[in-house]
């Protein structure tokens, strides 16, 4: 796989129970993430995070790039990695070392930390689940320090999905009506809102891009796990329990038809912001 689809994300992030979530959906993430890692890796490329620094990831999942993030901050820095899922926490916690710990929350519990604590925040394909996102972004702003850095990589509104397509046909088909968004992204946002939305909390801006992913799976029957691990098991939610594996079907004969010799292709494009706390 090379790199990540931001609609495949951590579903209802900080303003609903993961309750459709299990240990073995998050063993599943931890498997087939590599999408989102690599995102992640990039938008560190562009945080330019410093051996020594104290970094916060908000959203971690399982813990795989914090535990990368941890090798480039050093003996001296420390990375905390947080997330609202018990299980993926769970996982995380088994990568735990000195200077790398990981606890349970989301963006409503950054009240335990200090005034000015971080040199560094992010958030990898997290931002657009978060229901009050102004409140979020003030505590953000909180316990950065002065000169500190926010990374954010989101998914783009306006972006004409092929996968988004295949998932709403095969509701539309099945159910006869649309439904918000079974389980896909429906809080990305367009570029000109999100740097609105980051200069109105006082944060710099700089550095925005947007770029393109291409993701290979080897079958369909992957991208729809991907797709149910990533959403915390919220894949279809709106859509009645009896409908749903006929739905799934239907996607899946669809995916099909979007191979290639390398697999089932998605191409995706995602934001990447990074900002700055004022000195």
Known sequence: MAASFNFFSLKLFAYNPVRNDSLELARLYDKLSTPQYIQGKDLIKLLKVTAGSFVLDLGCGTGRLAAYLRE????????IGMDPSPYRIEIAKQRMKKGLSFQLGGSEDLGVFKD???????????FYWIRDKETALVEI???LKPGGK??????YKFENSPLLKIVNDAIMEVMGKEFASGGMNEDSFGKED??????ESGFLIIHFKQKEYTDYFPSPKE???FFKASSNGNLLEEIPQTKRAFILSKIETRLERLRSSKGIKIIHWTMFAVCQKPL
């Open 72 to 79: 480039l901050v050093g003996p001296k820095g420390w990375v």
């Open 116 to 126: 000015n604590f971080f040199d560094f925040v992010y958030l990898n394909s997290v």
């Open 141 to 143: 702003y909180r316990i």
């Open 150 to 155: 926010l990374g954010i990589t989101s998914g």
């Open 194 to 199: 999100f740097k609105e939305l980051l200069q």
């Open 223 to 225: 991208v729809v796990q």
